[in-house]
């Protein structure tokens, strides 16, 4: 029997997109031959390449609008590193929000001047800092738009004047957004897009050319949009299935559709934290995350009863990360609201048990 999955990443994929990705390993629409092992040039590929693209701008209401959707390797970890290589000529800020962003900051530091304007590291990340002032002569602006392992979101962007960049590995495709507020934004696939081994990266085409030094060119935005992310050997599965997954979106009412699911689903689960004597959530209530909801057990000696029951009831992957302890919920566009609804009977059960 299907488990209810909330695992953090790689995470729950829609049922259909998962039985569409197993037959085209098997046969690609009929045409003889697995989806793994046709050639990135041939033109059944390139129109899936093609499709992946469009349709990621036109669910994020950016067509037509001089962005670009590219599908890299290298995981969001590797845009770390690009974002800095092809954007950071003097000076970058950086909000600080959690792991990500300190490992953002990290590689962007190789490139250049990093200034990290606020940091909530000192409550273990469990808010969203606020920067009042951005300076104006930044070469651009990094935000984490969801920090998975705290799970806090941003529910407003910050209002700045420079490129704003964002990681938005968990919250993609997640909610309804004005997009174009954004010069660039990337995200690993495996958390709310497909399987790992992609990362979708959208760009603005006036980044190109911000940058003096040589750009190598498997790190370079300009080459990888050129190629129509075909540059070098896409990764056709991931690719595919990603593909399935956004006609998915597509198909249940796009962002405004999977958001107002993805916002009943998180009531109902903070809802149950707010009101259960034996829990507390872990992030500030004002930044709370539609996506990975984290929270904690008053007495930690009661994961010992707590924790058989959401086994016991099919549930895996919601154990919190090492860093913040107890139980993160992760409630991905794929996660159904009987999961939800099945998570928040276990926590009544508990309360009746303890
Ligand atoms: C998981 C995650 C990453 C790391 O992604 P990789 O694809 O493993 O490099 C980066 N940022 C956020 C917000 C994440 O959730």
């Not at 049922?15 to 040039?41: F, Q, T, Y």
């Not at 792991?99 to 000192?122: R, Y």
């Not at 399987?195 to 935005?221: A, D, H, Q, W």
């Not at 190629?227 to 595919?240: A, D």
């Amino acid at each position: 029997m299907k488990k209810h999955n909330f695992s953090a990443g790689p995470a729950v994929l829609p049922e259909e997109v998962i039985e569409g990705a197993a037959k085209a390993i098997l046969e690609l629409d009929n045409i003889g031959l697995s989806l793994i092992e046709i050639s990135h040039r041939s033109s059944e590929f390139k129109a899936i390449m093609e499709e992946a693209g469009d349709l990621a701008l036109k669910l994020l209401g950016l067509e037509g609008k001089g962005y670009k959707a590219i599908y890299l390797q290298g995981g969001a970890s590797m845009q770390f590193l690009m974002t800095a290589y092809n954007m950071l000529q003097f000076k970058a800020g950086y909000i600080n929000s959690g792991t990500w962003s300190t490992k953002a900051i990290k590689e962007a530091k190789i490139l250049g001047n990093v200034v990290e304007l606020a940091s909530s590291k000192d409550k273990n990340f469990n808010y969203i800092p606020k920067v009042y002032e951005i300076p104006n002569d930044l070469d651009y602006l990094h935000i984490t738009t969801n920090n998975t392992i705290f799970g806090t979101q941003y529910k407003e962007l910050p209002k700045t004047n420079v490129p704003l960049v964002a990681d938005m590995s968990s919250d993609i495709f997640s909610r309804p957004l004005d997009y174009s507020k954004f010069d660039l934004f990337y995200a690993g696939a495996q958390k709310n897009m497909g399987p790992s081994g992609v990362t979708l990266v959208v760009v603005k085409e006036t980044i190109f050319n911000m940058v003096k030094r040589e750009i190598p060119s498997m790190l370079s935005y300009k080459v990888h949009a050129d190629s129509g992310s075909m540059f070098n050997t896409p990764p056709v599965f991931p690719v595919y299935t990603v593909l399935l997954n956004l006609r998915w979106i597509a198909n249940n009412g796009g962002l405004e559709g999977v958001g107002a699911q993805n916002d009943k689903k998180a009531k109902l689960i903070y809802d149950e934290i707010d009101r259960n004597p034996l829990f507390e959530g872990f992030a500030n209530t004002d930044d709370r995350s539609a996506m990975n909801a984290t929270f904690n057990l008053i007495d930690e000696s009661h994961a010992a009863v707590f924790d058989p029951i959401w086994n016991n009831a099919n549930i895996s992957g919601l154990k919190g990360h090492r860093s913040v302890g107890g139980y993160r919920a992760s409630i991905y566009n794929a996660l159904s609201m009987e999961s939800a609804q099945t998570l928040v009977n276990c926590m009544k059960e508990f309360e009746k048990n303890a």
